[in-house]
């Protein structure tokens, strides 16, 4: 199984930046495609970003141009840099990955606990 701990979330204006990051631990076989959702209050949980693990990244087109998504395999990390953050920018940031589990290779999806970010207009 894979365990995700996410950290980096806060209070910012609005303009700022923040940078979450994501660490991935555990016993599994490979992680794929690594994410980054968030959920405003009584709104679904949406994808924000992901990128698979050679690369390719895909993002919400709210945050084309302000948010960045990055990882490092060896690591087994992925980072959410945001910047010119606004309000509507405010939720619950979820890390996510899918992942192969190690002894019967069954693919799998692993969420972490969630990181709040707020933006002050």
């Known amino acids: 199984q894979v365990q995700l701990v996410e950290s980096g979330g806060g209070l910012v204006q609005a303009g700022g930046s923040l940078r979450l990051s994501c660490a991935a631990s555990?016993?599994?076989?490979?992680?794929?495609?690594m994410g980054w959702y968030r959920q405003a209050p009584g709104k679904q949980r949406e994808l924000v970003a992901s990128i698979t693990s050679d690369g390719r990244t895909n993002y919400a087109e709210s945050v084309k141009g302000r948010f960045a998504v990055s990882r490092d395999n060896a690591k087994n990390t992925v980072t959410l840099q945001m910047n010119s953050l606004k309000s509507e920018d405010t939720a619950v940031y979820y890390c996510?990955?899918?992942?192969?589990?190690?002894?019967?290779?069954?693919?799998?999806?692993?969420w972490g606990q969630g990181t709040q970010v707020t933006v002050s207009s």
């Open positions: 996510n990955a899918d992942f192969v589990t190690w002894g019967t290779r069954r693919p799998l999806t692993s």
């Open positions: 555990g016993r599994f076989f490979s992680i794929n495609t």
